[in-house]
């Protein structure tokens, strides 16, 4: 789950990071209000789950309250398209008022965990402002890891590490070694799978301030904060993944036209693979579950039925705990009930094979059966 810049700051202002003064405004009278409280300028941003806000005019400098209101107006209620949006843009429902900053020096620092080290790593820059992947292709040597081992926790020394690496003084040794503590401590106790601040800035006065943050919580670790839980805003993602995780399915829309439903992630990823082999795309990943039912197959497709670019509807399950037959009822089930049917692939291997194929043959779907991923290549390819 993603959080918005100010509640990503909120949370790691509680352990201790510097934030700017800032206040969330979701009218344009509210960010003149929130204006006149810093002074009068101030930076107006848009909040968007995305990067790449100031690129696509989501971030302006106000010269007053009334610019600042101006700026309030011209962004709430608009989608803001930037290079991580994707053309369809995200909606801006909210802007962060905050006070102007006189920067020195503009950092990167985050935490993320490292598959394969197994374990979290710090990754830090002197190049702010960027896009950590483009810096990471450019000029490797611009960017530091330094992996902490989980069983101790981020060390002193690694914090004075970082700070040397970035070159900065050396009064700024301890508060940059405790902002990495801070994060770390945030990152652990609410289960996150990223903590961005981009750009972690020197101010012209000698300190140390995190003018953006980005949080990520772990989707499967919500349940154990129902407070962050609450900070959730639906709004930001697509229609069609709130609904599955609602439902309890595992989805993710894609661009392509060939919607596919899998039992078992490996076996989604396979089958996304061979869609792409086959010179077609997939619409989606789509993992309804080792232990779903017939309602919940049948939720499934209508979900995938719902995204108008689905052509073709691939069913490609490996029956151990969920039956093909149980599989086969389920397809049928939202089949008959959809406005739309496009044609339908099904590959059905594992427990009750010829029952599921039985259910097939006597639904009256235009229904191709096959038995091999090559057949399933052959079949989707030719759409």
Known sequence: MKLHEYQAKAILATYGVPVPQSIVAGTSEEAKAAAEKLGGRAVVKAQVHAGGRGKAGGVKVSTNAGDAAAIAKALIGTTLV?????PQGAPVHQVLVEQTVDVERE????????????????????EGGMEIEEVAQKEPEKVLLEPIDPAIGVQPFQGRRIAYSLGLPAALVRPLSDIVVACYQAYMDKDCSLIEINPLVVTKDGKLL???????IDDDAMFRHPEEAKLRDTNQEDRLEVEASESGIAYVKLDGTVGCMVNGAGLAMATMDTIKAAGAEPANFL??????????????????????NVETVLVNVFGGILRCDVVARGVVMAYKEATRRPPLVARL???????????FAESGLNVKLVDTLQEVAQAVGSK
């Open 349 to 359: 291997l594992g427990t009750n094979v010829p029952e599921g194929k039985a259910v």
């Open 210 to 216: 995190a003018l953006d943050a980005k949080m990520t």
């Open 107 to 126: 950092l990167y620092l985050s935490i993320t965990t490292d598959g394969g080290r197994k374990r979290p790593v710090v990754i830090a820059s002197t």
């Open 287 to 308: 993992d309804v579950g080792g232990g779903a039912n017939e309602e919940k197959v049948a939720q499934a497709i209508t979900l995938m039925l719902s995204d108008p």
């Open 82 to 86: 930037t290079f991580q949006t994707g």
